[in-house]
């Protein structure tokens, strides 16, 4: 089985910066693409940014130039810095990732974790 776990969510002002955390754990073999999408109420889920093995990103026109995709590959683990942050970034942020098991090596399913909510409000 494999697991993600998001961190660091909460309540900031706006042009604050909050910092997300998102840990896979579990059987796994391998993994490709991870990446960072949110939730507004009443809207539908969408891509904030993602990023491939080798470092590659790619982010949404919203927060170009404001938040930043990292991942450390030793830790199974994609970070997501967000500076001057917006009330319209208020949303639940969720973490998803391509992984293959180690009981099927080859095959690359998507995952996703169980979100934490960012608030942006003063």
């Known amino acids: 089985q494999v697991q993600l776990v998001e961190s660091g969510g909460g309540l900031v002002q706006p042009g604050g910066s909050l910092r997300l955390s998102c840990a896979a754990s579990?059987?796994?073999?391998?993994?490709?693409?991870m990446g960072w999408y949110r939730q507004a109420p009443g809207k539908q889920r969408e891509l904030v940014a993602d990023?491939?093995?080798?470092?590659?990103?790619r982010y949404a026109d919203s927060v170009k130039g404001r938040f930043t995709i990292s991942r450390d590959n030793a830790k199974n683990t994609v970070y997501l810095q967000m500076n001057s942050l917006k009330p319209e970034d208020t949303a639940v942020y969720y973490c998803?990732?391509?992984?293959?098991?180690?009981?099927?090596?080859?095959?690359?399913?998507?995952?996703w974790g169980q979100g934490t909510q960012v608030t942006v409000s003063s």
């Open positions: 998803n990732a391509d992984i293959s098991t180690l009981g099927s090596t080859r095959r690359f399913l998507g995952y």
């Open positions: 579990g059987s796994i073999f391998s993994i490709n693409g």
């Open positions: 990023i491939t093995s080798s470092g590659r990103n």
